[in-house]
């Protein structure tokens, strides 16, 4: 059992890394480092097309991720 999960957390991992290297930068520079995240907050920029589905493949990696160390240290 252990070796399965450790087998779904490398490839969980590995693909969680690839999703996130493929997602474009939101802004470029300080300014939209600063900016970026308000206008993020208040949903004046919305995904669409790749971004939108790069973005929920992240979040739903993350969460496998997660579940999937979390179960491997209560073996």
């Given at each position: 059992?252990h070796?399965l999960?450790?087998t779904?957390?490398?490839?969980?991992s590995?693909?969680?890394?690839?999703?996130?290297?493929?997602?474009?930068?939101?802004?470029a520079?300080?300014?939209?480092?600063?900016?970026?995240?308000?206008?993020q907050?208040?949903g004046?920029?919305?995904?669409?097309?790749m971004?939108?589905?790069?973005?929920?493949?992240t979040?739903?990696?993350?969460?496998?991720?997660?579940?999937l160390?979390?179960?491997?240290?209560?073996i």
């Open positions: 059992m070796t999960l450790m779904l957390l490398i490839i969980v590995i693909a969680l890394i690839v999703t996130v290297l493929l997602q474009s930068g939101k802004s520079g300080l300014s939209g480092a600063i900016s970026g995240g308000a206008e907050l208040f004046k920029q919305k995904a669409r097309g971004d939108l589905i790069l973005h929920r493949t979040i739903v990696l993350a969460v496998i991720f997660f579940i160390t979390l179960a491997i240290t209560k």
